[in-house]
Structure formats: C-alpha cells, structure tokens
C-alpha cells in the first residue's frame, strides 16, 4: 500500500512538472511572436520614412535639372533637346541694361553656391525694380536661396508670394514644389499634401505636377 502511494506520489510530481515546462515553453513562444510583430512593425514605419526622404531627394534633383536648364538658357546655351522657350513664353529680359547686370550678378552669385549673398542681392534687385518683368524669376531665386540657406520659412513666403502674384509665371509649379520641400523640412506633412494637391490641380500638364503625383501616393 505504501509502494503504490509512493509511486503516485511521483506520478503526480511529474506530471505538474512537464505541465509547468510546457506552460513555460509557450509563454516564450509568445513573447517571441509580441517581439517578432514590434520588430516587423518597426521595420515597416522605417521602409516607409525612407522611401518618403528618397522621394524628397528625387523631388530635390528633378528641381535642380530644372534650375540648371533654366539659367543655361538665360546664359544663351540651348541644351540638346530643349526649348529655347520656356513654359511656352519666351525667356524674359530686363527692360535695361543696369536692371539686367543687377540680375545677373544676383543670379550668379546664386550658382556660384553663395546662397545668402544671393538672397541679399535679390532682395536689393526686388527693392530697386519692383515691376521688372524679371521680378517672378528674381523671387523664385530668392525663395530657392532662402530653401538652400535653410531658411524654411522664409522661403516659403517668398515663394508663396510670387505664385500669389503671378500664378500664370512658368517657374510658378516649380516655386511650389520648393514651397512643399521647405514645409517637408518643417515637417509639416498637411501642409506638404497640401501643397502638393494644389500643384496638380492647377499645374497638371508641368512637369512638377508629375513629382507631386509621385509625392502624394506616399500620403
């Protein structure tokens, strides 16, 4: 009697002792999924943040091509495979010779990657001639300076300005795809959507639109 006692005394401590092994074995399983779906979840909002700075670096490059065409044309060159006009109007010209020096010394200084001497030189240029109608391309100089300055909030003034007062320019959907990687950089991403919205609403056929088409299908 006492044998058989014994022996079910053992009986039941093994069988507590393999439930507890298997009660802590899938407690880890568990944990070790929780910590597989916090790792996969970080991993996706990561892919996602870069593939919206690679985005915003393309945006950058494709603005830049178009700056360079532009001041190859305003230097006279006719890069292979481009209009000499530009947004179906032709390149504008100062009305003299003083207002066309004063906006290519500030021009130059711009490619020469001396942003805020340049910045400076275009608001002396805006200031001594107003209604120059070399004034729109002098502000998105100006608002491309302040961007590349850093300048984010400036920027987006000036910018926001010269649409407002010539929408109909052919910088205007280039000036606010600038205007939308100055409130990028502010992170302010309804602002960026929004502007970026309001690009191919009203600039469709520009070559912009297209950049923003890209940018909001990561919205």
């Known amino acids: 009697m006492k044998r058989f006692l014994a022996c079910g005394a053992v009986f039941v401590v093994t069988a507590v002792s393999s439930q507890a092994v298997w009660a802590f074995t899938d407690n880890e399983a568990r944990q070790a999924i ?16 870069v593939n919206i700075q690679m985005s915003e670096r393309i945006d950058l490059l494709e603005l830049e091509i178009s700056r360079l065409r532009a001041m190859v044309e305003e230097l006279g060159g006719k890069p292979p495979g481009y209009s000499s006009t530009q947004g179906g109007a032709p390149v504008e010209r100062a009305n003299s010779v003083e207002e066309q020096d004063a906006f290519d010394g500030a021009v130059d200084l711009y490619r020469q990657g001396r942003v805020k001497d340049a910045a400076e030189s275009l608001r002396a240029f805006l200031t001594l001639y107003p209604n120059s109608t070399l004034a729109p391309t002098a502000m998105f100089y100006l608002g491309s300076s302040q961007y590349a300055s850093k300048d984010f909030r400036n920027s987006i003034k000036t910018l926001q300005d010269m649409v407002a007062k010539y929408p109909e320019h ?33 600039y469709g ?15």
Do not use: H
């Not at 280039?174 to 309001?198: P, Y």
């Not at 520009?206 to 950049?211: F, G, H, K, P």
């Open 34 to 49: 929780n910590q597989l779906r916090q790792q996969l979840r970080v991993v996706t909002e990561t892919t996602q943040q």
């Open 170 to 202: 052919a910088r205007a959907p280039d000036a606010l795809l600038v205007v939308a990687g100055s409130q990028f950089e502010l992170n302010d991403r309804a602002g960026t959507k929004t502007t970026l919205q309001q690009i191919v609403s009203k």
């Open 205 to 219: 056929s520009s070559a912009a639109a297209q950049t923003a088409k890209q940018r909001l299908e990561l919205f």
